[in-house]
């Protein structure tokens, strides 16, 4: 991949990933109808407490 299309993935992915960040805030704090509810952004299990201190002591290693 050269460096201009690694670039433009680049930014698209950010940007998703900050619509949804932005998203869940909204949702966070209006509570409109036409995001999921709070407790659906949510993927895992896993609360996210726990799962934030398993990442921070190493424990669990992100996949890739």
Same mark, same amino acid.
């Given at each position: 991949?050269?460096?201009a299309?690694?670039? @433009?993935a680049?930014?698209?992915?950010g940007l998703? $990933? %900050? @619509?949804?960040? @932005?998203g869940?805030a ?7 109808? $036409? %995001?999921?509810?709070q407790d659906?952004w949510?993927?895992?299990? %896993? ?6 201190a @398993?990442?921070?002591r190493?424990? %669990?290693?992100?996949?890739?």
């Amino acid at each position: 991949m050269n460096d201009a299309r690694f670039a @433009a993935a680049s930014l698209v992915f950010g940007l998703a $990933f %900050l @619509a949804r960040v @932005a998203g869940q805030a909204v949702q966070r704090w209006w509570d409109v109808a $036409f %995001l999921p509810s709070q407790d659906a952004w949510q993927g895992s299990s %896993l609360p996210f407490p726990a799962l934030f201190a @398993a990442y921070q002591r190493g424990r %669990l290693q992100p996949a890739g």
